[in-house]
């Protein structure tokens, strides 16, 4: 079996392909090929892939093939692009650069910035709908689960609480961990949760273990962002780095400093570790968790 460098490659190759092959101007939508290319080009921006890896990870965690999962690893990238290209927007963060280019709006114009956010949060439910590989029921099961993290109880409403913080000066650790669930936690839960959906398994406490792990990485996945907003270079990350204070923003960091948001960063990876635990131990997706938190950008 591949070491975890030589699948995660795979996997990442594998995502690639399949963006690629859901998204392409036909004949009848060249009047759209400028929307079409600016999808393509956030898609195609790079990023680490964490969101679909793990969809295949927990698939083959599971028993399953990964290769059936392609279209819902395909979908949860897309709606992950589709949220970074509007924070990016002027009315959100108002960011210029992500991932080391020019943010969409800055390339392709503001209004066609919110149209190919708009609809790369439309694509991944004809992708999973229209897919082969999958039953009717797993794909109801995965659209309403998907849906579900996107919207205003998901990763939506999570940028709410998140723009709303701004004009706060009573954050708390209570009130950080509900908008990082939300913002960040929702996506990767879904991710994990609609890879055991993919491999049979959607039982509901098999879902809700699944869950309970995507959580926990997504929390501590975000407290290593608010360490490297202050810790790393924009060359590093690929944006401006400091954009959390200058934004008024409260952070893990800004809270207890970079020390020991470090030191609870590492208590909740370890607190993930446990949660695989329900899935045998799957090594992939312990060096996976661990990767996350070593990470530098």
Same mark, same amino acid.
């Given at each position: 079996?591949?070491n ?30 400028? =929307? ?22 927990? !698939? ?13 690893a ?9 949220? $970074?290209?509007?924070?990016? $927007? ?5 960011d ?12 392709? %114009? ?5 149209l ?6 439309? =694509?991944?439910?004809e ?8 039953s009717a ?18 990763m939506?409403?999570?940028q ?26 929702? =996506? ?6 609609m890879? !055991?959906? !993919? ?37 590093? $990350? %690929? ?15 800004? $809270?207890?400093?970079?020390e ?19 899935? %045998? %131990? ?16």
């Open positions: 079996m591949a975890f460098k030589e699948r995660f490659a795979e996997f990442i190759q594998f995502t690639e392909a399949n963006l690629r092959k859901y998204n392409v101007c036909s004949e009848n939508s060249m009047a759209q090929k400028n =929307l079409v290319d600016a999808m393509n080009y956030s898609l195609e921006a790079g990023g680490k892939r964490i969101r679909p890896v793990l969809v295949y990870a927990f !698939c083959e965690a599971l028993g399953g093939d990964h290769r059936n999962a392609a279209a819902p395909a979908a949860i990238e897309m709606i992950h692009t589709f949220s $970074l290209i509007h924070d990016d $927007l002027p009315a959100m963060d108002d210029d650069y992500r991932r080391g280019k020019l943010s969409c709006h800055k390339k392709f %114009g503001e209004a066609m910035g919110i190919a956010g708009d609809a790369l949060s439309v =694509l991944p439910f992708i999973i709908a229209d897919d082969t590989a999958l029921v797993q794909k109801v099961k995965i659209i309403s689960c998907l849906a579900k993290a996107v919207g205003k109880d998901g939506i409403g999570g709410v609480i998140d723009m709303e913080n701004e004009e706060r000066t009573d954050v708390d650790e209570a009130n950080l961990r509900n908008m990082y669930k939300h913002k960040t936690g929702e =996506l990767i839960a879904v991710s994990c949760m890879g !055991c959906i !993919c491999a049979g398994r959607d039982d509901a406490e098999t879902l809700e273990n699944a869950a309970d792990y995507g959580y926990k990485l997504g929390l501590a996945f975000q407290i290593v962002d608010d360490i490297l907003d202050v810790t790393s270079t924009t060359e590093e $990350l %690929g944006k401006p780095v400091g954009s959390d204070a200058e934004e008024n923003k409260t952070t893990f960091v800004t $809270l207890y400093g970079v020991k948001a470090q030191e609870k960063a590492n208590a909740i990876t370890d607190e993930a570790l446990l949660c695989l635990e329900k899935f %045998g %131990g799957d090594q992939f997706l312990k060096e996976l968790t661990e990767m996350l938190l070593k990470r530098k950008n």
